[in-house]
């Protein structure tokens, strides 16, 4: 019974390292170690946001004056003389201007007059506003190749040798002892 578990514990011990030539057999899984050189990777995100705004835009308007004479030459229907004609004042007043109107011997005297006036015109979804955000990731990987074994590696490719070579002698030992 000991002479089997001393088998089992050199077989465990002499699979514990593997070889260079192992490894390239096998390089789908050990990547990171066959891989030579960098590897570089760039991803970059562009996205657009839009921001649409409402804006009032202001119009301004100076003061003006307009003054107007209409002469009456005849009147329909009527055989009156123009300069005999006169009217009181009429006054009118809007929101942004003002104007006077009169009659003064057969003239039509029209005064109009508006203020410093600003308008505010609002607007819906006016201003556009677009912001481009751009994010870049950098991911740079280094692998160092494994290019020769190193001294621990031949060290257990020696004891693997040793001990298959003890193993094969201590079975034929064994073998020999139960044929006698």
Same mark, same amino acid.
């Given at each position: 019974?000991?002479?089997?578990?001393?088998?089992?514990?050199?077989?465990?011990?002499?699979?514990?390292?593997?070889?260079?030539? /192992?490894? =390239? /057999?096998?390089?789908?899984?050990?990547?990171?170690?066959?891989?030579?050189?960098?590897? &570089?990777?760039?991803?970059?995100d562009?996205?657009? @946001?839009?921001?649409?705004?409402?804006?009032?835009?202001?119009?301004?308007? +100076?003061? &003006?004056?307009?003054?107007?004479?209409? +002469?009456?030459?005849?009147? +329909?229907?009527?055989?009156?003389? +123009?300069?005999?004609?006169?009217? &009181?004042?009429s006054?009118?007043?809007?929101?942004?201007?003002?104007?006077?109107?009169?009659? @003064?011997?057969? @003239?039509?005297?029209?005064?109009? =007059?508006?203020?410093?006036?600003?308008?505010?015109?609002?607007? &819906?979804?006016?201003? /556009?506003t677009?912001?481009?955000? /751009?994010?870049?990731?950098?991911?740079?990987?280094?692998?160092?190749?494994?290019?020769?074994?190193?001294?621990?590696?031949?060290?257990?490719?020696?004891?693997?040798?040793?001990?298959? @070579?003890?193993?094969?002698?201590?079975?034929?030992?064994?073998?020999?002892?139960?044929?006698?």
């Amino acid at each position: 019974m000991k002479q089997i578990a001393f088998i089992l514990l050199i077989c465990l011990l002499s699979v514990s390292c593997m070889t260079v030539k /192992r490894i =390239e /057999r096998n390089c789908g899984k050990f990547e990171q170690i066959c891989t030579t050189g960098n590897v &570089d990777t760039v991803i970059i995100d562009n996205s657009t @946001v839009i921001f649409l705004r409402d804006t009032t835009i202001n119009f301004y308007f +100076p003061r &003006d004056t307009v003054y107007l004479e209409t +002469p009456l030459k005849k009147i +329909p229907g009527k055989e009156i003389d +123009p300069k005999l004609l006169n009217t &009181d004042i009429s006054y009118l007043k809007a929101g942004l201007a003002w104007s006077t109107a009169q009659v @003064v011997k057969g @003239v039509l005297k029209h005064y109009l =007059e508006s203020g410093d006036t600003i308008l505010q015109i609002r607007l &819906d979804n006016a201003l /556009r506003t677009e912001k481009t955000l /751009r994010t870049e990731l950098k991911v740079s990987k280094s692998y160092i190749p494994i290019k020769e074994n190193t001294k621990f590696a031949k060290f257990t490719i020696k004891w693997f040798i040793g001990s298959l @070579v003890v193993i094969i002698l201590v079975l034929v030992v064994f073998v020999l002892q139960i044929q006698n």
